[in-house]
């Protein structure tokens, strides 16, 4: 038992997690929703079609929608951000993390407006993220702004595989768990994919490989079989997607 919890420590040591929030760790988009509840259906769903059509950026994309918010009730926007979950197995996988000393890092296209005050009243204020900014002024307007922002990466406002590359070495065996659009461009950038709904099939047309998963609970399990291996297999697709990056600057 001791030289299994040796060798589980020696593998962990290795590993960096990186997370996505909105419909990874939340049980829904919640940027997405709080437009679609406060602006004009129609005129966010063809803004959003254009992002998923590549004809946009994210952060145009954020931009058009923060546009269309005017005069919001701040009280009723905070009560509407309280009302949404996280996947109930979340908690459970940032104590995993800490116990086993794996670094993670949650990394979100969307704004730290709701993040903040959702992480809050799951008493998870600790957690380390990167995500776009917004200002709700007093007249009800978003104020967005993107302090990671890069013109290589279209999909995410904040700049996902930046993050990742200057968070871990060529070392480190990085793992990604994601969901959405914002991951797409991303993922292929580390070692092993967690992937569920558009980021599913986006490797499956691709052909990237991932390990499909529902919940936490599933990504817990899975890094305990991980953990047990003799060794961990570094992606070369990941390895020369960095390098390009590397080449480039």
């Not at 949404?84 to 459970?92: A, M, Q, R, T, V």
Request: proline residues 2%; contains cysteine.
């Amino acid at each position: 038992m001791v030289r299994q919890s040796v060798k589980q420590n020696m593998i962990y040591s290795r590993i960096k997690i990186f997370v996505d929030f909105d419909g990874t760790i939340t049980q829904q988009d919640v940027g997405d929703a709080i437009f679609l509840k406060y602006c004009d259906t129609d005129k966010v769903n063809n803004i959003i079609t254009d992002l998923l059509s590549d004809n946009i950026s994210a952060q145009q994309c954020w931009e058009m929608l923060c546009d269309l918010v005017n005069g919001i009730d701040r009280n009723e926007l905070n009560n509407y951000i309280d009302s949404f979950s996280i996947d109930p197995y979340f908690c459970d996988f940032a104590v995993f993390c800490n116990k086993n000393r794996i670094p993670f890092y949650v990394l979100s296209d969307g704004f730290d407006y709701y993040i903040n005050r959702i992480f809050a009243k799951e008493g998870l204020e600790d957690i380390n993220y990167f995500a776009n900014r917004l200002t709700v002024t007093e007249d009800g307007r978003f104020i967005p702004s993107f302090p990671y922002s890069d013109t290589d990466c279209r999909s995410s406002a904040n700049c996902k595989r930046n993050h990742i590359i200057n968070l871990s070495s060529d070392d480190d065996y990085t793992i990604y768990i994601g969901d959405g659009n914002s991951d797409k461009y991303v993922a292929p950038f580390c070692d092993y994919i967690f992937a569920k709904d558009d980021l599913l099939r986006f490797c499956e047309r691709e052909r990237i490989s991932y390990f499909p998963f529902k919940n936490f609970n599933e990504v817990i399990k899975r890094l305990t079989e991980l953990g047990s291996k003799k060794r961990l297999k570094k992606s070369h697709q990941a390895e020369l997607k960095r390098r390009e990056v590397y080449t480039r600057e």
